[in-house]
């Protein structure tokens, strides 16, 4: 089964100071994965994707990803926070195409919350 | 303007009643999706529907019902049955459920007590 873990609940950064938020996988097949991000009482957005192109994707705002599959990584950056920018940020990975009757179905991870000081 | 929209976002009901969601598309999506989310816990699937007249349980369907007889809309109906029905929840579409990507409406938070 897929599973996706992202290993921090809480990062605080300063403004200006550059994003790091973790995340793992696991997966029985050729994933998917997604980031996606939440603003306080609002639907999620999508920041990017890999869909097995490039390891290295870029997405909107200024973030961007790197898919490691020899340490089953997809940790999303951002090399200078904005005040904006502090929300809730999930990973996600997709179930493969064969995988059980859930075809296409999203795997969340429990969600980082960045915060952004001054 | 192509979407989601989900009524209302706030929703209070009392214990025992039967509420439903709405939720409705126009981006011609073949497949939609009911989530819940409750704090520090991600999203979790209620239930999703491939094509019009056909949807499947997700991970937690106990206590909540579905119809889709129409390609646009998607309601969800949360019964008395629902032990914990508080909660925020989220529906999405995406173009088919081979897609991945999947576009989400603003949510909504349902007070039940």
């Known amino acids: 089964a897929q599973s996706v873990t992202q290993l921090d609940s809480h990062v605080s950064v300063s403004e200006g100071t550059p994003v790091l938020l973790r995340c793992n996988y696991s997966s029985s097949y050729s994933p998917s994965l997604f980031w996606y991000v939440q603003h306080p009482n609002k639907g999620l957005q999508l920041l990017l994707k890999?869909?097995?192109?490039?390891?290295l994707v870029k997405g909107i705002n200024g973030f961007e990803a790197e898919f490691k599959k020899s340490e089953t990584s997809f940790h999303l950056t951002k090399p200078s926070a904005h005040m904006s920018d502090a929300a809730e940020y999930f990973c996600v990975v997709s179930e493969g195409v064969n995988y059980g009757g859930s075809q296409g179905n999203l795997i969340f991870g429990k969600g980082t919350k960045l915060s952004v000081k001054p | 303007d192509g979407g989601i929209t989900q009524s209302p976002k706030y929703l209070f009901r009392k214990e025992g009643q039967n509420v439903t969601l709405s939720c409705e598309q126009n981006l011609n999506h073949d497949a939609m999706y009911w989530y819940r989310q409750d704090p520090g816990q991600g999203l979790r699937l209620i239930y999703y529907s491939q094509i019009v007249n056909d949807f499947q349980k997700g991970d937690i369907a106990e206590g909540y019902s579905v119809s889709r007889e129409k390609k646009e809309s998607f309601p969800l109906t949360v019964t008395s049955a629902q032990k914990n029905p508080t909660a925020f929840y989220l529906c999405?579409?995406?173009?088919?459920?081979?897609?991945?990507?999947?576009?989400f409406g603003p949510g909504t938070r349902l007070t039940v007590t």
């Open positions: 890999y869909t097995s192109a490039a390891t």
């Open positions: 999405a579409s995406s173009q088919d459920s081979f897609a991945g990507e999947q576009y």
